[in-house]
C-alpha cells in the first residue's frame, strides 16, 4: 500500500529548526512554496532555503520512508504534469534502468573505487566493482536489501540516521563517500559532513548531488518545480550555500556540472577533503 503524505495522519512540528548551514534563528516563510503544513523559510542571515518543521527520524523509519513518500509525491505529480512532462518522467526512468552501469562508470571516473560510504544508499545497489560498497540507510526494509547486497561485496550497511551512522565507523576508512540525494533530506547538515571529514582518508573526496535550488527552472517553475518534495526534503542548496557547509567542515568544492549548472534541476559536486 502507498502511503500518501496528504492523508497521513500527523500532528506537525512547531517551526523551529535553526538555519543548518549559519545556525541562525531567524527566517522568512516563503508561502509559495510551503505545502500541506510543512514551512519552508529562507534563513534572513545566509539566505539558505531549509523546511523549518521536519519530522523526527523516527517517523522517518517508517512512517515518512523515503520508498513510499517518493512513490506517494511521483504519483501526485504524475497526476498534475502536463503529457509532455509525464513522457520525458517515463523516458527517465526507462533510461535510468537500462544505463545504470554508465552511472557506476561515471562514479569510477570522478572517486576512482576502493572503501566508499554510500550515505542514504537506499536498496545499495548503485555501486558494483571496483568500489568495496559501504551504506547507511535508514529505511528498516531498504537496509535489509542493501545489507544483504553490500556483504557479498565485502562491505556491510548500517541503519542508523546519517548524521549518527558516520560517525560508526573508524577514522579515515574510506576513499569516499557518496551522498546521491541525500544531503536534501538530512536535517544535521553540518554533523553528518564532519563525520564524513572524520572517517574519509586523507584528500578522501565526497560526490553530492542535491536539488539546484537556483536552477533556472526552479524559477520558472516555482511550487511545481521538481525539487519540492515535502517533507522530505528539509534543505535547498544553491551553489553558494553548498560552499558556504563544505568550507565550514573542512572541504573543498569542485563542481562536476559547471556548464549546464543554471540549466540542470541538479547541482553535482566533488568535496574534497582540505589538508588540516
Ligand atoms: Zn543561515
Redesign the pocket.
Known amino acids: 500500500m502507498i502511503a500518501t503524505v496528504e492523508h497521513t495522519q500527523v500532528e506537525f512540528p512547531p517551526s523551529t529548526r535553526a ?1 543548518p ?2 545556525e ?1 534563528t531567524a527566517a522568512t516563510k516563503l508561502p509559495q512554496y510551503c505545502r500541506d503544513g510543512w514551512d519552508v523559510c529562507a ?1 534572513d ?2 539566505g ?1 532555503v531549509f523546511l523549518r518543521n521536519p519530522p523526527d527520524y523516527s517517523e522517518l523509519v517508517e512512517d515518512f520512508a523515503w520508498e513510499k513518500t517518493y512513490e506517494a509525491e511521483a504519483a501526485f505529480r504524475e497526476k498534475r504534469n502536463s503529457l509532455p512532462r509525464r513522457l520525458n518522467s517515463r523516458f527517465r526512468k526507462w533510461q535510468n534502468r537500462h544505463f545504470g552501469k554508465r552511472h557506476v562508470n561515471r562514479l569510477n571516473r570522478l572517486l576512482g573505487g576502493g572503501a566508499t560510504l554510500d550515505i542514504g544508499c537506499g536498496s545499495g545497489d548503485r555501486m558494483g566493482p571496483p568500489f568495496t560498497p559501504y551504506g547507511i540507510e535508514l529505511s528498516k526494509a531498504l537496509h535489509a536489501q542493501a545489507d544483504a547486497y553490500m556483504k557479498q561485496h565485502g562491505g556491510e550497511c548500517l541503519h542508523a540516521p546519517g548524521a549518527e551512522g558516520v560517525w560508526m565507523f573508524p577514522a579515515g576508512k574510506f576513499d569516499s563517500v557518496i551522498m546521491h540525494s541525500y544531503l536534501e533530506h538530512e536535517v544535521e547538515v553540518l554533523k553528518t559532513l564532519r563525520g564524513c571529514h572524520h572517517c574519509l582518508k586523507p584528500g578522501g573526496k565526497i560526490f553530492v548531488r542535491v536539488p539546484n535550488y537556483a536552477s533556472l527552472n526552479r524559477r520558472i517553475a516555482g511550487p511545481t518545480w521538481c525539487g519540492f518534495r515535502y517533507p522530505d526534503h528539509v534543505n535547498y542548496f544553491t551553489l553558494q550555500t553548498l560552499r558556504d557547509v563544505a568550507d565550514k567542515t573542512g572541504f573543498d568544492v569542485k563542481l562536476v556540472n559547471r556548464f549546464s549548472l543554471w540549466f540542470n534541476d541538479n547541482i553535482h559536486a566533488l568535496l574534497i577533503k582540505k589538508d588540516t
Open positions: 538555519c548551514n549559519c541562525g534563513c542571515a545566509c539558505l
